[in-house]
T-cell receptor, first 115, second 112 residues
């Protein structure tokens, strides 16, 4: 089944404890992206990647890192989480770089709470 | 920064009625997409309309785009309880084709 998977789905952690949220897609998609969703703010893009070893900042990249060593995986890294990073996180992928004609496929989300 | 702003923020209708949601954006776009999100879950793509199109249909969905007013509308006809969800517009902005910018969403409640 074509899908985007994220792990973990739920995570409660403490300030400063490094964590990684994994994202994997099995559709051979070129483009991958991370969003966070907060009440009243909609989805905001954190980072995106147009190809292996190519990543770029989105609208809210501060406090986050990503890597794209393989086409299928795009982990989100929080080196030193803070409470303002408590949010619902989504990974998404799309087949081509030309988003003008493409659909983004979303993962199920990771609900992160930083105490 | 938020490109799309949906209106209304929340909408409650009865099953069988039509639901209309609007999206306004600020800068020129290549295309506009609508997505649906069931509570706490990932977004699901509904429909894409290109900047040179004015109207598009998909099943019970009808999307219009007015680039002169920088606005789009999503109409769901003969709504069902299963249509209860949040609906987001997303713009693929001209000159920044590598990212989509999402609006804040309209929360639709369809009651029996």
């Amino acid at each position: 089944e074509a899908q985007v998977t994220q792990n973990p789905r739920y995570l409660i952690t403490v300030t400063g404890k490094k964590l990684t949220v994994t994202c994997s897609q099995n559709m051979n998609h070129e483009y991958m992206s991370w969003y966070r969703q907060d009440p009243g703010l909609g989805l905001r893009q954190i980072y995106y990647s147009m190809n292996v070893e190519v990543t770029d900042k989105g609208d809210v990249p501060e406090g986050y890192k990503v890597s794209r060593k393989e086409k299928r995986n795009f982990p989100l890294i929080l080196e030193s989480p803070s409470p303002n990073q408590t949010s619902l996180y989504f990974c998404a992928s799309s087949l081509s770089l030309a988003l003008a004609s493409d659909t983004q496929y979303f993962g199920p989300g990771t609900r992160l709470t930083v105490l | 920064s938020q490109q799309g702003e949906e209106d209304p923020q929340a909408l409650s209708i009865q099953e069988g009625e039509n639901a209309t949601m609007n999206c306004s954006y600020k800068t020129s776009i290549n295309n506009l997409q609508w997505y649906r999100q069931n509570s706490g879950r990932g977004l699901v793509h509904l429909i894409l309309i290109r900047s040179n199109e004015r109207e598009k249909h998909s099943g019970r969905l009808r999307v219009t785009l007015d680039t002169s007013k920088k606005s789009s509308s999503l109409l769901i006809t003969a709504s069902r309880a299963a249509d209860t969800a949040s609906y987001f517009c997303a713009t693929d902005n001209a000159g920044t084709a590598s990212k989509l910018t999402f609006g804040t969403g309209t929360r639709l409640q369809v009651t029996l």
